[in-house]
């Protein structure tokens, strides 16, 4: 896939944060202070066990979706688009302290996502919160 881009080096939880945004707009972290790229974390009510276990299956459920790394607090999956396989990176760190999930969602290539990566986001937590 010409449009995959390579996948990047610097993702995963580090010192309880994922990677921050690049400055494009084809970006959304719940951990960014900016308008541009803030959003909110995922909330539940469940175990934080069954919390990520029920993100994983939305995950799973999802088009044109690979999770490529998993731990019990953390969940990295990319997401293909249909037309011309564009790849997203995207992110869920299970912040226990906080008790939410954290996320970020990037596009890999290009400045503009049209909004793509922030309504993946709302998509999942819409899901999540129908659990």
């Known amino acids: 896939m010409i449009f995959a881009g390579k996948r990047p080096n610097n993702l995963g ?7 921050a945004c690049p400055n494009s707009p084809n970006c959304v972290s719940s951990q960014s202070t900016d308008a541009v790229h803030q959003i ?4 539940f009510n469940t175990s934080p066990e069954q919390a990520i ?16 790394a998993e731990n019990q607090d953390y969940l990295y ?8 396989g564009f790849v997203d ?6 912040d226990r302290h906080a008790n939410v999930i954290q996320v970020r969602s ?15 986001i709302e998509t999942i ?3 999540f919160q129908e659990l």
């Open 89 to 94: 990176d995207v992110e869920f760190y299970l």
């Open 53 to 68: 276990a029920n993100l994983k299956s939305i995950i799973q459920s999802l088009p044109r979706t690979t999770i490529i």
């Open 106 to 120: 990037a596009s890999r290539l290009g400045q503009s996502d049209l909004g793509v990566n922030r309504q993946r």
């Open 40 to 43: 909110a974390p995922l909330t």
């Open 125 to 127: 937590r819409t899901k």
């Open 77 to 84: 999956a990319e997401f293909k688009s249909g037309l011309m």
């Open 13 to 19: 939880v580090h010192d309880g944060k994922l990677a």
